[in-house]
């Protein structure tokens, strides 16, 4: 498999995986009127998962070049 349909691949992957993050029922689970550390615990859901998405995005694409 040649460098570029693997980092294709690895991408395809993490945007179904971020599909599925930001989806309904999984934001329906975080919200709630609960406080973590003073931040309403849907936002720090949806920030906590949006940075974790876009590590993965750095790590997919420097990752590929070192094949």
């Not at 570029?4 to 945007?15: I, M, P, S, Y």
């Not at 550390?37 to 990752?63: D, E, H, K, N, Q």
């Amino acid at each position: 498999m040649t460098r570029d349909k693997l980092k294709t691949g690895r991408l395809v992957a993490l945007f179904l995986c971020a599909l599925l993050l930001f989806n309904y029922p999984l934001l329906s689970l975080f919200n709630h009127n609960h406080l973590l550390f003073g931040i309403p615990l849907l936002y720090l859901y949806f920030f906590s998962a949006w940075l974790v998405v876009i590590l993965l995005v750095f790590w997919s694409t420097r990752g590929a070049k070192r094949l």
